[in-house]
């Protein structure tokens, strides 16, 4: 019996891949910043979660370049970045606006149909990408809607908004009473965000 372990899934990744897991190490690193800033163990976490979301981008951008350098492209490699940005561009934003404040049962709605915005918008991609894929250029010409990293524009506004100290009770905008329930204005800028990501309307190109 061979008693050798294979490391068979390992093995398969490209090059780019790897840039690709890093993406989601950095989203992953945001999110448990944000959960030690929330337990009080590490005061820093908001900004050091402000750090790793736009390192994970530098990767997400580093990744594709590479594979179409290296002329590495796969179905692994395209749902391996989806899932990297599903973390890193949803789940971590989404996660590091609750800790900055925007903890109400109204904003956690907001935030839940934001991530639901960035996984179905990241869905809609790849069977786009399919389905030019017989295509003679086999590129995907312009993305609908406007593309899940874009969140990072919502991290630099908190990020801001910590480093002025405008977060917990004193964040932007203050709160509204809502039924039984608080709002805070601000998580309207996510609603905005998560709407954006699914519009069939807007055509950006890909460079």
């Not at 068979?8 to 992953?28: K, L």
């Not at 918008?121 to 406007?146: C, M, P």
């Not at 608080?182 to 069939?200: C, D, N, T």
């Amino acid at each position: 019996m061979d008693r050798q372990p294979h490391f068979t899934m390992i093995r398969s990744f490209h090059v780019a891949d790897w840039f690709t897991i890093a993406n989601a190490f950095c989203g992953m690193g945001a999110v448990l910043s944000l959960m030690a800033y929330l337990a009080g163990s590490h005061p820093q976490g908001l900004f050091w979660a402000a750090g790793l979301i736009p390192l994970a981008l530098v990767f997400d951008i580093l990744d594709g370049r590479i594979a179409r350098w290296r002329k590495s492209q796969s179905a692994l490699g395209r749902e391996l970045d989806s899932l990297a940005d599903a973390i890193s561009f949803g789940v971590a934003p989404a996660a590091m606006g609750f800790a900055a404040g925007l903890d109400g049962f109204w904003d956690c709605l907001v935030l839940v149909y934001f991530v639901g915005c960035g996984v179905s918008r990241l869905a809609r991609y790849n069977i786009t990408a399919e389905a030019l894929a017989a295509d003679a250029s086999g590129k995907v010409k312009y993305f609908e809607g406007t593309p899940i990293p874009s969140s990072v524009l919502l991290v630099a506004a908190l990020a801001v908004a910590a480093w002025r100290g405008a977060v917990g009770p004193a964040i932007w905008f203050g709160h509204l009473q809502l039924g039984p329930w608080q709002a805070h204005p601000l998580v309207l800028l996510y609603a905005l965000s998560g709407s954006l990501m699914i519009s069939k309307t807007i055509h950006i190109p890909k460079l």
